[in-house]
């Protein structure tokens, strides 16, 4: 689905530049659960919106089923770490749903089956005429997450968006996002520098370098079925050697 082909970014400010990636290469299947992992600063989220078309490539090619990526398209959605921000606080939870349909020109005879479909998806049926003030932080996750699907996306484009939740809340929407995955069989590109949210979630996890000039140093396929265990021997394993090979990255660099 992606192919990205020694792909660099370098921006310039003020007459200096500063190369914040170089030379990476990735393909992502479609159907796959991929994640970008590595310390903050390394180029993650900048890799991120290169793929959602936000940024352009400085050197190197994107391609997105086979054309290369020029711009933003309707077929990869980006969710935010804020909910809050991504959502319209004047509208309730169902009308939220309603302004994505509106700005995708989807038939309006459609617009209640989909938000119907939707709500009860991630589970805010109930809290439907609500407002996002009004709703947890994982409940304006899920939300921001519904809105997205009902368009139909074949990618989904998440830069650590359960950051700011908390622990527990967090857990939760692992699970959540794995039952949606497994509902949708959509595509994810997910960005986080937290290990053990890496191994929760993905099918491949791709560890990236300390920057400047950041890259994919390894990409490890976890075969291991859901849900997942740290205390399981196997996934215990997988983790420590993500946790060394990182450790190892930040000695080389400090």
Same mark, same amino acid.
């Given at each position: 689905?992606?192919?990205?082909?020694?792909?660099?970014?370098?921006?310039?400010?003020?007459?200096?530049?500063?190369?914040?990636?170089?030379?990476?290469?990735?393909?992502?299947?479609?159907?796959?659960?991929?994640?970008?992992?590595?310390?903050?600063?390394?180029?993650?989220?900048?890799?991120?919106?290169? #793929?959602?078309?936000?940024?352009?490539?400085?050197?190197? *090619? @994107?391609? /997105?089923?086979?054309?290369? !990526?020029?711009? %933003?398209?309707?077929?990869?959605?980006?969710?935010?770490?804020?909910?809050?921000?991504?959502?319209?606080?004047?509208?309730?939870?169902?009308?939220?749903?309603?302004?994505?349909?509106?700005?995708?020109?989807?038939?309006?005879?459609?617009?209640?089956?989909?938000?119907?479909?939707?709500?009860?998806?991630?589970?805010?049926?109930?809290?439907?005429?609500?407002?996002?003030?009004?709703?947890?932080?994982?409940?304006?996750?899920?939300?921001?997450?519904?809105?997205?699907?009902?368009?139909?996306?074949?990618?989904?484009?998440?830069?650590?968006?359960?950051?700011?939740?908390?622990?527990?809340?967090?857990?939760?929407?692992?699970?959540? #996002?794995?039952?949606?995955?497994?509902?949708?069989?959509? *595509? @994810?590109? /997910?960005?986080?520098?937290? !290990?053990?949210? %890496?191994?929760?979630?993905?099918?491949?996890?791709?560890?990236?370098?300390?920057?400047?000039?950041?890259?994919?140093?390894?990409?490890?396929?976890?075969?291991?079925?859901?849900?997942?265990?740290?205390?399981?021997?196997?996934?215990?394993?997988?983790?420590?050697?993500?946790?060394?090979?990182?450790?190892?990255?930040?000695?080389?660099?400090?």
């Amino acid at each position: 689905m992606f192919s990205l082909i020694d792909v660099s970014k370098v921006f310039e400010t003020n007459n200096t530049t500063y190369c914040a990636l170089k030379n990476v290469n990735l393909e992502i299947s479609e159907g796959e659960f991929v994640c970008l992992l590595g310390p903050s600063g390394c180029g993650k989220s900048t890799l991120l919106n290169m #793929l959602a078309g936000f940024e352009v490539v400085s050197s190197g *090619t @994107i391609e /997105f089923e086979k054309r290369t !990526i020029t711009s %933003s398209s309707q077929d990869r959605m980006v969710f935010f770490q804020d909910a809050s921000a991504a959502l319209l606080p004047w509208l309730s939870v169902e009308e939220n749903i309603h302004f994505g349909l509106k700005v995708r020109k989807i038939s309006k005879e459609l617009w209640p089956s989909i938000t119907n479909r939707y709500l009860s998806m991630v589970e805010l049926n109930e809290h439907r005429h609500k407002f996002p003030a009004q709703l947890s932080g994982g409940m304006r996750q899920r939300l921001q997450i519904a809105r997205g699907l009902a368009v139909e996306p074949k990618v989904l484009l998440m830069d650590e968006p359960f950051a700011a939740l908390d622990s527990l809340t967090r857990k939760k929407m692992h699970q959540f #996002l794995l039952e949606i995955r497994q509902a949708t069989k959509k *595509t @994810i590109v /997910f960005v986080t520098h937290d !290990i053990s949210e %890496s191994i929760h979630l993905a099918d491949r996890i791709c560890l990236m370098s300390v920057g400047p000039e950041s890259h994919i140093t390894e990409v490890i396929t976890i075969n291991e079925t859901f849900p997942r265990d740290l205390s399981d021997p196997k996934i215990a394993k997988i983790f420590k050697y993500i946790e060394s090979t990182v450790l190892n990255e930040f000695r080389e660099e400090f």
